[in-house]
T-cell receptor, first 114, second 112 residues
Framework: EDKVVQSPLSLVVHEGDTVTLNCSYE??????LLWYKQEKKAPTFLFML????IEKKSGRLSSILDKKELFSILNITATQTGDSAVYLC??????????????FGQGTILTVHP | DSGVTQTPKHLITATGQRVTLRCSPR?????VYWYQQSLDQGLQFLIQ???????AKGNILERFSAQQFPDLHSELNLSSLELGDSALYFC???????????FGPGTRLTVL
């Protein structure tokens, strides 16, 4: 069974700090790893990672995947109060009838104080 | 706004009842996914449909069923409801089987 573990579960920082969120995974047939941001509503897509060592960047957010060690990190620099949210990591299955299925981690709750 | 719509937004019902949640995918998307999010279980994959056919099943209870109609909207039917079924139910859609998934706003189900 596919498994995703995120750490830390909760993080409280001040505006301007840099944070690193971790995601480790076990999946039988790996296709991709995705990061989502969830505020009070639906998860919104941040990144999809398929190749090791290639950093994806969007503004103050960046992410990288290590397929050998089976983990990914999400970095947020110069945090703002608007970054407060739950950050979800998910792995996408590439196998047979499970193709496209996402398995999510439990999420990291990030709170940014002014 | 992801373009995925879900109705109703909130649903309050009693144990033993049956409810239907509805999802309309983004225009052009063929694949629909259903997820359940509860405080203790996190976001759990339930079932996936592609162009009207069931493609993958996750931890979906036998009391739950889903279908995707010719116009590509999907319904999730939950029957013999129990207190533990109270959760946020999300629908997501993607263009094809394994493209990026876009999530709808969710239906919050409360079983009393």
């Amino acid at each position: 069974e596919d498994k995703v573990v995120q750490s830390p579960l909760s993080l409280v920082v001040h505006e301007g700090d840099t944070v690193t969120l971790n995601c480790s995974y076990e999946v039988t047939n790996f296709r991709s790893l995705l990061w989502y941001k969830q505020e009070k509503k639906a998860p919104t897509f941040l990144f999809m990672l398929t190749s090791s060592g290639i950093e994806k960047k969007s503004g103050r957010l960046s992410s990288i995947l290590d397929k050998k060690e089976l983990f990914s990190i999400l970095n947020i620099t110069a945090t703002q109060t608007g970054d407060s949210a739950v950050y979800l990591c998910a792995v996408e299955d590439a196998g047979g009838t499970s193709y496209g299925k996402l398995t999510f981690g439990q999420g990291t709750i990030l709170t940014v104080h002014p | 706004d992801s373009g995925v719509t879900q109705t109703p937004k909130h649903l309050i019902t009693a144990t033993g009842q049956r409810v239907t949640l509805r999802c309309s995918p983004r225009s052009g998307d063929l694949s629909v996914y259903w997820y359940q999010q509860s405080l203790d279980q996190g976001l759990q994959f339930l079932i996936q449909y592609y162009n009207g056919e069931e493609r993958a099943k996750g931890n979906i209870l036998e009391r739950f069923s889903a279908q995707q109609f010719p116009d590509l909207h999907s319904e999730l039917n939950l029957s013999s409801l129990e207190l533990g079924d109270s959760a946020l139910y999300f629908c997501a859609s993607s263009a094809s089987l394994a493209n990026q998934q876009f999530f709808g706003p969710g239906t919050r189900l409360t079983v009393l």
